[in-house]
């Protein structure tokens, strides 16, 4: 994917990236990174992240990394690893050299919690899960100091090795930042930043036993890496002070030069008709109500990707969005018209029935069949017309006959012309039925001097056009027919409970009657399926010569008149 686009309009972000250049403030670097926790697949939300992070690093000549901030081994895998590594990459971006994991560093922040509590910033506190909650006061409250907050730097220095020698059992004992018991912040009200935890881990195996908080080892890793600019979403506000406090005392400690990393938040991306919370993904996941991480319906990104969401479809959107500091809500129908507009230009055009009838042409002869014309793309002519066999009987859509139609319907029923797109004219003269009154077959004449294309083919005006392909020709393929996974905008909102907004119809599977070139489609190849919308090869499911089908996209948002 090419990143070549102009730069974004120019938002706080990279406002203040312009003063600090200005300044002279880390030499003009700009250094960002992606630090994705390995718990679960990545979602749209972080297709917004990644964008932001590594399109500053592209547009600024800097670099951004991609560490996994893998600090919980019990909620982590090498699957949600490599899945996060393929996903970024799908997204068009390149990390180079610059990978990394939290793990790499356990070392140095077992060194700095050494530091903090010689540096009498850090204890070992032995109060229960329960008795910390109650010690820690609420947001009207101060807190109330540990009985343990004033051990001897000896008392808790030997008691932290204890803890990493695996001495005692989880849960026994914490490390805690000292700040603040006080502090209108609960964050600075001594944080833990290590408590002991038996766990395998991922990529550290059995080595250590006591693992670092989240809060506490992310500034040490911006730190090690020298980022320039931690750009992380605005829940991540309240932590800044902690962020800031915690570098400054090591700075002071002479673990990492001046000046530190600089905490910058986002607005986060809430998109209405889906949810993006990993607890929930993983509930609609291990409860299977969809197929999958990669399940088409799922707003994560290999389920995007199966779906046949583009990259450049993602670009387009977070450009579109944009960055602020405010949280708002977007519609999906605007995700949703930045694909199609994407698609709309990128996408070759083909002929697919998906609810199909038999059209017999009486008066065609038998056994004879020739190619007609269809434009690859109708706004990029240089791409040409492909061949397209046309026979005594085809497919077309049932609802593009109706035996009694009401008015203004201009499609196929007795008496009535119509054009077969880039055939003939032909002339609608009756239908055959089964015993229970369903139309099995509908019958026509056709005019031998209207083909498209050739002289004196508009000779006979007509105000209906439909599509069609060969029965004797046709590709028969599945084809799933996506929509969206909830039927309401705020899945939950009036029940409490998610699951009770699912669309009971996101996903319905048909046999359709397609144009023989489709059944060369390639995996992950794109097409405009004609008045249908735009569809993908399956990535999963499709075989050489067997491509089964999803549809990405309709044509229109049909949503915002329907509500489902």
Aim: with cysteine.
């Amino acid at each position: 994917m090419s990143h070549d686009a102009p730069v974004p309009a120019a938002n706080f972000i990279r406002n203040l990236i312009d003063e600090q250049n200005a300044a002279g403030k880390w030499g003009g670097r700009v250094e960002t990174r992606f630090p994705p926790e390995p718990n679960g697949y990545l979602h749209l939300g972080h297709a917004k992240s990644i964008f932001l992070n590594f399109g500053l690093a592209r547009d600024y000549g800097g670099v951004c990394h991609l560490r996994f901030d893998d600090t919980n081994p019990e909620k982590e895998s090498q699957e949600y690893v490599d899945a996060i590594v393929e996903s970024v990459k799908w997204l068009g971006f390149d990390w180079g050299p610059h990978l990394y994991f939290a793990s790499d560093y356990f070392d140095t922040m077992y060194a700095c919690a050494e530091y903090l509590i010689q540096a009498g910033h850090a204890y070992v506190d032995s109060l229960s899960a329960d008795e910390m909650r109650e010690y820690r006061g609420t947001l009207t409250e101060p807190g109330r100091d540990s009985p343990y907050r004033n051990r001897s730097v000896e008392e808790n220095l030997g008691l932290f090795r204890r803890m990493r020698a695996g001495e005692f059992a989880d849960g026994a004992h914490v490390l805690r930042a000292k700040i603040d018991m006080a502090s209108p912040n609960l964050n600075l009200r001594d944080p833990v930043i290590y408590r002991i935890k038996r766990a395998h881990h991922h990529n550290t195996g059995d080595t250590w036993c006591i693992y670092p908080m989240y809060t506490y080892a992310h500034p040490i890793e911006d730190a090690i890496e020298r980022i320039t600019h931690s750009i992380c979403t605005l829940e991540f506000e309240d932590q800044r002070p902690f962020y800031d406090w915690l570098l400054d005392k090591l700075a002071d400690g002479g673990f990492f030069p001046r000046p530190v990393p600089q905490q910058i938040e986002f607005a986060r991306l809430n998109l209405s008709y889906v949810v993006l919370s990993k607890r929930k993904l993983i509930q609609l996941v291990d409860e299977k109500h969809v197929a999958g991480w990669d399940d088409p319906r799922l707003p994560t990104l290999a389920g995007a990707r199966r779906r046949g969401y583009t990259p450049e479809g993602f670009r387009r959107f977070t450009d579109q969005i944009g960055v602020s500091k405010s949280d708002g809500w977007i519609d999906y129908s605007v995700f949703e018209a930045c694909q199609r507009e994407v698609l709309n230009d990128s996408a070759p055009r083909r002929i697919a029935v998906l609810d199909p009838v038999k059209l017999i042409i009486d008066n065609y002869p038998e056994g004879q069949s020739e190619d007609c014309f269809a434009p690859n793309h109708p706004q990029q002519p240089d791409l040409g017309k492909r061949a397209v066999p046309f026979s005594k009987e085809l497919w077309i859509e049932r609802e593009d006959f109706m035996e009694t139609p009401p008015k203004g319907y201009f499609r196929l029923f007795p008496g009535n012309p119509v054009r077969l797109r880039y055939g003939y004219v032909v002339q609608c003269t009756g239908c055959d039925k089964d015993e229970n009154g369903n139309v099995t077959a509908v019958h026509c004449t056709y005019l031998p001097d209207t083909k498209s294309g050739t002289p004196g083919a508009d000779s006979v005006k007509v105000k209906g056009n439909i599509h069609w392909v060969s029965a004797a020709h046709a590709y028969e393929a599945e084809v799933r027919l996506y929509d969206r996974l909830f039927k309401t905008a705020q899945p939950g909102q009036e029940t409490g409970n998610f699951l009770d907004d699912l669309n009971a119809d996101s996903v319905k599977v048909i046999r359709a009657q397609l144009e023989p070139s489709l059944r060369d489609a390639a995996p992950e190849e794109r097409f405009q399926f004609e008045r249908h919308g735009y569809f993908v090869a399956d990535r999963v499911d499709s075989k050489p010569g067997a491509p089964v089908f999803n549809r990405t996209v309709t044509l229109k948002d049909s949503w915002q008149k329907t509500g489902i």
